[in-house]
Every structure is written in C-alpha cells, then in structure tokens.
C-alpha cells in the first residue's frame, strides 16, 4: 500500500495532492465534531449529577427538626438498589469561603461518578463507615492545609481529609466549590447547620433505569418519620447540551461525512481524467474489473489514511496552538483514532466504487484514438 501510494504521488502528484487534502480536512472536521459531541454528553451529565432518566430529585420541607438517625437508616435502605445525595448549598467553611456540599450514600457502585481530576472518589468501605475523608472543587484548595504528605480541611469543629480534587481539565468551573463527604460524615454541626432551614434537597439516582419504586418508598419513609413533611418532587431536565444538542450533533457529523465523501468524488473526476489513458491501455491488454478494482482500492486507501494521518496530526497541532480557544478539549481520544480509521476505510471503499463505475463505462478503443 505505501508503494501504491509513493507511485500515485510520483506519477500523479497534484490529483494526489488534492484527494489526501480533501480526506484530510473532511475527516478533521468530522474528529472535531466527534470531540465536542463527546463534550456535550459530558456537559449533561455533569449538570444533572448524571443521566437524567435515571434520577428523581426531591425538596423536603420538615415541619420539626430532622432526625438524621432515622434519615439515614432510611438512606441505607434506599441505598441497596439506588444511591442517595443531599446537597447543601452555602456551607460555611471559613468566615469568608462557603461550599456547595454533596453527601452520598450508596452501596452499588453508581453508573456516573463525578469526574476526578486527582486523587480518587470514595470507596465502599469509607461510605459504610463515615469516614472523615472528602473531594473537593479547585477553588477549595485555598482553605487546605498539609500535614505530613496528606492534605485537610476544616469545616466547622471537623476535619476532613482531602482524597481527591473533583472537575475537569477544561470547564471545571461546574465542581469550582463543590465538597463531596459520605453521607454518615455528617457531623453534629453539620446536622445543626441543615437543620436551621429545616429542608433536604435529595437526589435518588439509579443505575440503567428510574428510581421509580425507591422514590416512592422514600418518601413514604419520610412521611413516617414527619407525618407533615411536604415533599416536592422536581421534574429533571436535559441541559441544551443534552439529548437534542447531542442529536443535532451527530446529524452534523453524518452531514459532513456526506458532504466530504461529494467532495472526494468530484475530486477524483479529475484524478480519474488523469489517468485515462493508463486505465484504457491496462483494459487493452486484459485487465479486468477485479484487478483495475482491487488496484484502484489499494491506492484510494493509502490515500485515505495519509489524509486521516494528517488529520490527526492537525488535530493535535490545533490543540497545541489553539487549544485554549476551545471550552471542550480536542486532544485526539481513543474514540477519536476509531472514528478517523473507521472514516478513511469507508470513504477509500466509496470512492473506490465511484470511481471503477466511471472506469467500468470506458471505451479502450475511443479513449487510444482520443
């Protein structure tokens, strides 16, 4: 295949040039959509604390205080099949810092884990135990401290160790003041600070499908506890960047790859009329369509995948360069290596077939005499 190619570029050096061009930016501009399709998913699934369809978010309004004992036998109960958060938001971690606090509970690993940028997510263990252990956004890492090669912080009369910082490479700014605790790390101060509005804000997610049956347990099991409890249960949707964006996305993509596939067949009119008369003489001594494809294909892939080739290259390029520019990254992914060998393999196949329909309709005899 690389001595088809180096041949095509000899022999043929401007057709040559323009098909590996066009494959290049074609599949370029289909990686790039691939990345920010990737982004958009992301995107959602940050904002919703997961995938929105297997989440049940709730208010409760308490008429006395909340019994946390009882809340959190509750919460173990819930949490065999389904994990459960409670959110604070504006928890006081010096006189002048506060953090949007996360408790969870869980005891079946969920489908959708906050994104750690270092350190880890909890484990079984600390979740079961209460451990005082903690994640953090970035912009919580100015109330920590070090002591020996392990980080704390304080948060209130507790002190919790820091076992991961939570966000993203890029558009972090979703986890800048989060603060993810186990559930049973709830101290006495904390309950006391909740307990001052007297309102839960809960979110029940579970794996594959809709905590139907858990949230409607739930919430009997909170009646229980405060017979004159309200709960309000809030319906949970898809950010622009979720199911629709992703859609369009995708039709986007499916669109260029259309659009691209055209554009290499037009080019290739041009490479066939270049060599016309080689196609003509090959015909005359006895080249069938077999051979003359198999030829045509072998060629047509070395240059779809020099062109895939320079288009990861660019892609890594414009990310060095222009990188900052982009709120999602375009660092070429695995996925992004899939699709562009996936890409180039179709369209050499598609334009092989374009063109050996174009060399199938050729007059030898017409085409000598011209």
């Not at 290049?24 to 958009?40: D, E, K, P």
């Not at 408790?103 to 079946?108: G, L, N």
């Given at each position: 295949?690389?001595?088809?190619?180096?041949?095509?570029?000899?022999?043929h050096?401007?057709?040559s040039?323009f098909?590996i061009?066009?494959?290049?930016?074609?599949?370029l501009?289909?990686?790039?959509?691939?990345?920010?399709?990737?982004?958009?998913?992301?995107?959602?699934?940050?904002?919703?604390?997961?995938?929105?369809?297997?989440?049940a978010?709730?208010?409760?309004?308490?008429s006395?205080?909340?019994?946390?004992?009882?809340?959190?036998?509750?919460?173990?109960?819930?949490?065999?099949?389904?994990?459960?958060?409670?959110?604070?938001?504006?928890?006081?971690?010096?006189?002048?810092?506060?953090?949007?606090?996360?408790?969870?509970?869980?005891?079946?690993?969920?489908?959708?884990?906050?994104?750690?940028?270092d350190?880890?997510?909890?484990n079984?263990?600390?979740?079961?135990?209460?451990?005082?252990?903690?994640?953090?956004?970035?912009?919580?890492?100015?109330?920590?401290?070090?002591k020996?090669?392990?980080?704390?912080i304080?948060?209130?009369?507790d002190?919790?160790?820091?076992?991961g910082?939570?966000?993203?490479?890029?558009?972090?700014?979703?986890?800048?003041?989060?603060?993810?605790?186990?559930l049973k790390?709830?101290?006495?101060s904390?309950?006391?600070?909740?307990n001052?509005?007297?309102?839960?804000?809960?979110?029940?997610?579970?794996?594959?499908?809709k905590p139907?049956s858990?949230?409607k347990?739930?919430?009997?099991?909170?009646l229980?506890?405060?017979?004159?409890a309200?709960?309000?249960?809030?319906?949970?949707?898809?950010?622009?960047?979720?199911?629709?964006?992703?859609k369009?996305?995708?039709?986007e993509i499916?669109?260029?790859?259309?659009?691209g596939?055209?554009?290499?067949?037009?080019?290739?009119v041009?490479w066939?009329?270049?060599r016309?008369?080689?196609f003509?003489?090959?015909?005359?001594?006895?080249a069938?369509?077999?051979?003359?494809?198999?030829?045509?294909?072998?060629?047509?892939?070395?240059?779809?995948?020099?062109?895939?080739?320079?288009?990861?290259?660019?892609q890594?390029?414009?990310?060095?360069?222009?990188?900052?520019?982009?709120?999602?990254?375009?660092?070429?992914?695995?996925?992004?290596?899939?699709?562009?060998l996936?890409?180039?393999?179709?369209?050499?196949?598609i334009v092989?077939?374009?063109?050996l329909?174009?060399?199938?309709?050729m007059?030898?005899?017409?085409v000598?005499?011209?």
């Amino acid at each position: 295949m690389l001595k088809s190619l180096l041949i095509q570029i000899k022999t043929h050096p401007l057709g040559s040039f323009f098909l590996i061009i066009t494959y290049a930016v074609c599949i370029l501009a289909l990686s790039l959509g691939l990345s920010y399709s990737t982004y958009a998913k992301q995107s959602d699934l940050d904002f919703n604390n997961g995938n929105p369809d297997h989440i049940a978010r709730k208010t409760i309004n308490f008429s006395d205080s909340i019994d946390f004992e009882k809340f959190i036998k509750l919460s173990e109960t819930t949490g065999e099949n389904a994990e459960v958060q409670i959110f604070r938001q504006g928890l006081s971690i010096t006189k002048s810092e506060t953090a949007n606090m996360t408790a969870v509970y869980y005891k079946i690993l969920p489908e959708y884990i906050v994104p750690i940028l270092d350190g880890r997510y909890f484990n079984q263990t600390e979740i079961e135990k209460g451990a005082k252990v903690a994640v953090i956004g970035k912009n919580l890492d100015k109330s920590t401290y070090t002591k020996g090669d392990e980080k704390y912080i304080n948060i209130g009369n507790d002190t919790f160790k820091i076992i991961g910082i939570v966000g993203r490479t890029k558009n972090s700014d979703t986890f800048a003041n989060s603060l993810y605790i186990p559930l049973k790390a709830l101290s006495t101060s904390m309950q006391a600070t909740i307990n001052e509005d007297m309102q839960l804000s809960v979110l029940i997610r579970k794996n594959d499908m809709k905590p139907t049956s858990e949230s409607k347990a739930f919430n009997e099991g909170i009646l229980q506890m405060d017979p004159d409890a309200t709960i309000e249960n809030e319906r949970v949707i898809s950010t622009s960047f979720g199911n629709d964006r992703l859609k369009n996305t995708i039709f986007e993509i499916l669109l260029m790859l259309v659009i691209g596939i055209i554009n290499v067949a037009n080019i290739s009119v041009f490479w066939i009329l270049d060599r016309t008369k080689e196609f003509a003489v090959k015909k005359t001594f006895g080249a069938g369509n077999y051979t003359l494809g198999y030829e045509i294909l072998k060629e047509m892939l070395a240059l779809s995948l020099t062109g895939a080739l320079i288009s990861i290259l660019l892609q890594y390029g414009i990310n060095y360069s222009l990188g900052d520019l982009f709120k999602f990254s375009i660092t070429p992914s695995l996925a992004n290596f899939i699709l562009i060998l996936l890409l180039s393999v179709i369209c050499g196949f598609i334009v092989t077939f374009i063109i050996l329909k174009k060399v199938m309709k050729m007059q030898p005899a017409a085409v000598l005499k011209s």
